[in-house]
């Protein structure tokens, strides 16, 4: 016997999607926890930058990934990775590139020719995600301070340091 694993659509978020997404942010640290409402918010405010990953498992849908960007106003050349989420089953495949990919494929992300994000020092794995994908996109990460801990966070959060990669052209498929 064997067992085949879920498939996984990747999709534009709906508003259905904005307390699933709260609830899978919740389960992985060190991912700060927003409002369920500022969830809803990019659920449908941000939904052409943003994207789920969605599997079957018994005829039920699970929400096992989620990615929330947003072209940054008047630089719309680059795209704002707000938060990524992987659920810990769904993670070592990959999924986060392909979520990063599918939003980039999209015609309203044509003109993207820079990304960005914040990341602590500590998360590891963010730091590797981006880093991969500014190799795969043939051009650079550059690290600088965007909110420092003290100056910005009232001591209250880690440094938040700005990843900034690009410039790149993305060859949509």
Same mark, same amino acid.
């Given at each position: 016997m064997s067992f085949s694993q879920p498939q996984t659509v990747l999709r534009p978020p709906t508003p259905n999607d904005g307390a699933p997404v709260f609830r899978l942010i919740g389960?992985? +640290?060190p991912l700060d926890i927003n409002s369920m409402y500022c969830n809803l918010l990019q659920c449908t405010h941000f939904a052409g930058t943003s994207v789920v990953a969605?599997?079957?498992?018994?005829?039920n849908e699970e929400l096992v990934g989620s990615i929330s960007a947003y072209l940054i +106003? !008047?630089? !719309?050349?680059? *795209?704002f990775i707000w938060q990524v989420a992987v659920d810990e089953r769904a993670?070592?495949?990959? *999924?986060?590139?392909n979520m990063l990919k599918h939003i980039l494929d999209r015609p309203?992300? $044509?003109q993207i020719t820079y990304l960005e994000t914040t990341i602590t020092e500590s998360n590891k794995a963010s730091w590797a995600l981006f880093e991969s994908l500014a190799n795969k996109l043939g051009t650079t990460? !550059?690290? $600088?301070?965007m909110f420092?801990?003290?100056k910005h966070l009232a001591g209250e959060h880690d440094t938040e340091f700005l990843a900034r990669?690009? +410039?790149f052209e993305f060859a949509q498929t």
């Open positions: 389960r992985c +640290p969605v599997q079957t498992v018994n005829t +106003p !008047e630089r !719309e050349d680059t *795209l993670r070592g495949i990959g *999924l986060a590139g309203q992300c $044509s990460l !550059e690290k $600088s301070v420092d801990s003290d990669i690009g +410039p």
